[in-house]
């Protein structure tokens, strides 16, 4: 072998061995690390005082409804809104998901007041909605929501199960 092909090769050869080094340093740092502090390695779910939560990012959490109505920049739930939950999941953007049960004509008022250009149309992704619709604000929501979807299901007692998912994207 040459002088010149001799030295090509010990050089290869370290940065074969250096890169196995750095390679072996970071899983050992990855695998040595575990679970941060309150957190539960097989969910990534967070403990607190022994009970597992879910993660917030993932999973939701639970909030007043005020807080998620104030995101879209809406008082309040629409007049005739019964049973009302709301949620928040926070990741790269931030979901509201508000579900209530209200009487169609109820809705309809106040989807004309709040958002007109919203068109309710059949044919949804989700298939247990009866109609959905998506609209940017334009402006956006001064509570920070970009845009809102809406789908609902219609109930054999009169009154629609509808998810108002107001968001930030």
Known sequence: MSRTGGR???VGGLVAVLALACLGWAVWATAS???GEGEDARTGGVR???TRTEDPRVAGVKVPCREALRFADQERLPAGAKDASCV???GIDTLYDV???IPRTDLDTWLADAYPDMELRTGCVQEDA???GVLTLDPYAEGGAVAVELTLRDG???LALVH???FNT
Do not use: N
Request: charged letters at 25%; glycine letters at 20%; a positive charge.
């Open 156 to 158: 054999s007692d009169g």
């Open 48 to 50: 607190t005082g022994g």
């Open 33 to 35: 690390a575990g679970p």
């Open 130 to 132: 009866d109609r959905c």
């Open 8 to 10: 090509v090769a010990g």
């Open 164 to 166: 108002y998912r107001p």
């Open 99 to 101: 579900r209530f049960r």
């Open 88 to 90: 928040v999941q926070h």
